[in-house]
């Protein structure tokens, strides 16, 4: 990429690539070293609107949604492989996007060509059932595409987040208008030229990028719009929650986290510090199930801290495209002073920063937005720090003595995405895991998922599931047939002949 000269991406509209009618574009920057890396279309309300009009028309038109899943295996798998041939171009580009390190992007990269796998093994397999019903009547039911579906997508996890849901979409035969983060469009764009190329029908995969607060609302509030899918805030996720339902049309919102680890005296505590370590320091910290409240057997509390701080401490900062980096900046300047106040909010409120605790001091990385791997211990319950989804490489401590204490500090938050448990007995292990308050428990992992695992959370942390089997039902919908056979000799006359002529 030519740093004086930053590379264009357009708005992906009905096959083609087009500017905004008014022209308007945004310089997207290195997140890493605040150089020029994109210039990128910004879409207003009529690009939402133009999408939503091929998406439809596509959807009534192209073989896509009328197929028997064939051709929808068929080119699903296609682009699955021609990703894979072309990871690493996009594995740089979400790097370079979004700050995260190569090898997470080749992780999330990965994780898309399996989800894509896993879409078109399922899209030949959308299957009825008969229902016994008293004779002469038969039943059968069909899952039908719902149409224009629309996906709004976050940040943290460009690619891979809004592919998780487009997949499926694709794969039940809707056709899907996807709307980026403003500030990580690029692996998006790139992956609906690749989706062309490969054979996916024009207007059947639409991308515009714009303010959420302008493009995504167009594109829910409209009656074109049949499912909603949103990853992101509590705060936007409500907001669309109050639309759709307003609306009754499905939606899925994947929303915020505050996720516990528990540890338990009996634990693999170097096993568990590298989980721990994992879970809270993987992508910067930035990501909404981010297992960043400890909550650890007094016992073992301070040989765990040390071997989790030293893990910390290990973690080489840098920008992510260069080798050995282990966490790369967060994604804007706008999130370190975010994650710096929450900092300070835990400081103030009393808690002891053993390690990290601001911006790096290496006077090479001050271009970029780092903030250190942090520990806060002693933090209240009642803290900000505590209460709030962080979003950044903050791991807050306490301890318990009992159980049901651990239990119910974990259970102490509005969110409910994820809890982590590290423990050898297996009994406590199983038992625990159907006390805690969340949509996915890991047991000696740190936070983990497949394209066949189901992604979801309880409470505040959203509704409905991403992934698995059940993403098909969700993109399609049940009609119900019911048939009456005749009585087998009496077969009703033609309306024709029973009509009685007039008197
Ligand atoms: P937002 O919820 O604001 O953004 C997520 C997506 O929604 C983006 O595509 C955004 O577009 C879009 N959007 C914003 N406002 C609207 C709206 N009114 N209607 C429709 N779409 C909208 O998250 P942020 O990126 O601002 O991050 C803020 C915080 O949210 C983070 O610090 C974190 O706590 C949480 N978050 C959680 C994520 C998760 O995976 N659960 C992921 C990302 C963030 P645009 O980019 O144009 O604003």
């Given at each position: 990429m030519n740093a004086a000269e930053p590379a264009r991406f357009d708005l992906f509209i009905d096959g083609q690539e087009i500017s905004g009618q008014k022209g308007e574009r945004a310089t997207l920057k290195?997140?890493?070293?605040?150089?020029a890396i994109a210039s990128v279309a910004i879409a207003g309300r009529d690009e939402a609107l133009h999408a939503l009009e091929a998406a439809d028309r596509a959807f009534r038109e192209s073989p896509w949604a009328q197929d028997d899943g064939a051709l929808r295996a068929r080119v699903l798998r296609r682009l699955a492989d021609r990703l894979e041939a072309d990871a690493e171009s996009f594995a740089r580009l979400e790097t370079v996007n979004m700050g995260k390190t190569l090898r997470e992007a080749r992780g999330d990269v990965a994780f898309v060509v399996r989800t894509l796998e896993y879409a078109s093994g399922l899209a030949d397999k959308i299957e009825g059932e008969t229902i016994p019903v008293p004779p002469p009547r038969f039943d059968y039911t069909v899952r039908e595409p719902l149409g224009v579906t629309v996906h709004i997508a976050p940040w943290n996890y460009p690619l891979l987040l809004a592919i998780r849901s487009v997949a499926p979409a694709l794969a039940s035969g809707n056709s899907v208008v996807l709307k980026p983060a403003s500030l990580t469009p690029l692996t998006a764009v790139s992956f609906a030229r690749l989706a062309h190329a490969g054979g996916v029908p024009p207007g059947i995969l639409n991308v515009v990028m714009g303010p959420g607060r302008e493009v995504g609302e167009a594109l829910v509030t409209?009656?074109?719009?049949?499912a909603v899918s949103f990853t992101g805030s509590v705060e936007v996720g409500l907001r669309i929650g109050e639309i759709a339902g307003r609306r009754a049309i499905p939606q899925t919102l994947e929303l915020g986290g505050k996720s516990p680890v528990l540890v338990l005296p009996d634990a693999d505590l170097d096993r568990a510090a590298r989980g721990i370590g994992f879970g809270i320091f993987g992508n910067a910290g930035q990501?909404?199930?981010?297992?960043s409240r400890l909550i650890v057997h007094e016992s073992v509390r301070v040989p765990l801290l040390g071997k989790v701080r030293a893990f910390a401490e290990a973690l080489k900062l840098g920008p992510g495209i260069e080798d050995g980096i282990d966490m790369g900046p967060l994604v804007s300047a706008d999130q370190v002073d975010r994650v710096l106040g929450y900092i300070d909010a835990a400081r103030q409120d009393g808690?002891?920063?053993?390690?990290?605790?601001?911006?790096?001091?290496?006077?090479?990385?001050?271009?970029g937005n780092f903030v250190r791997p942090t520990i806060v211990e002693e933090?209240?319950?009642?803290s900000r720090a505590v209460r709030e989804e962080i979003f950044g490489p903050v791991l807050s401590v306490s301890s318990f003595r009992e159980v049901e204490e651990a239990i119910r500090l974990a259970n102490d938050t509005r969110f409910g995405l994820f809890a982590a448990l590290w423990t050898k007995d297996v009994g406590a292990a199983h038992s625990l895991a159907r006390r805690l308050h969340a949509g996915m428990i890991a047991i000696n992992d740190p936070p983990n998922t497949f394209p066949q695992t189901p992604f979801g959370g309880v409470k505040d942390s959203g509704v409905g599931s991403e992934q698995g089997r059940k993403s098909i039902e969700f993109f399609t919908r049940t009609k119900n047939v019911l048939v009456h056979l005749g009585t087998p000799g009496k077969r009703p006359a033609p309306a024709s002949v029973r009509t009685k002529p007039p008197k």
């Open positions: 290195d997140p890493a070293s605040g150089h409209d009656e074109r719009c049949r990501m909404c199930w981010a297992a808690g002891k920063v053993i390690t990290g605790g601001g911006r790096p001091d290496d006077p090479r990385l001050a271009p933090v209240p319950p009642t």
